[in-house]
Nanobody, 115 residues
Framework: QVQLVESGGGLVQAGGSLRLSCAASGIIFRFNTNHWYRQAPGKERELVASLPVGGFINYADSVKGRFTMSRDNAKNTVYLQMNNLKPEDTAVYFC?????????WGQGTQVTVSS
């Protein structure tokens, strides 16, 4: 069935970069809206970026100019390139895709940005 697996998180210093990946099985990313979310311990879940079927990518104001979402259709994988990382970017990052009845979520990958 549907499975989303995030990877690429880790510990990085402020100003550094990471690229997150979300590999999917059981669903074709290209034919669905793709989302990246994040959640820090003391904050609500936040929508970071969305790639609709039409291809227009939306970003949260907090990451505009620093994060770039993309997709490799051949690999059925979505990516989140994160540059100029800040401590406030520290969170667990999740990818998600709408399903016919409910959304599918991965397990998340931890991103920690040191001061």
């Amino acid at each position: 069935q549907v499975q989303l697996v995030e990877s690429g998180g880790g510990l990085v210093q402020a100003g550094g970069s990471l690229r997150l990946s979300c590999a999917a099985s059981g669903i074709i990313f290209r034919f669905n809206t793709n989302h990246w979310y994040r959640q820090a311990p003391g904050k609500e879940r936040e929508l970071v970026a969305s790639l609709p079927v039409g291809g227009f990518i939306n970003y949260a104001d907090s990451v505009k100019g620093r994060f770039t979402m993309s997709r490799d259709n051949a690999k059925n994988t979505v990516y989140l390139q994160m540059n100029n990382l800040k401590p406030e970017d520290t969170a667990v990052y999740f990818c998600a895709v709408p399903g016919p009845q409910y959304d599918y979520w991965g397990q998340g990958t931890q991103v920690t940005v040191s001061s």
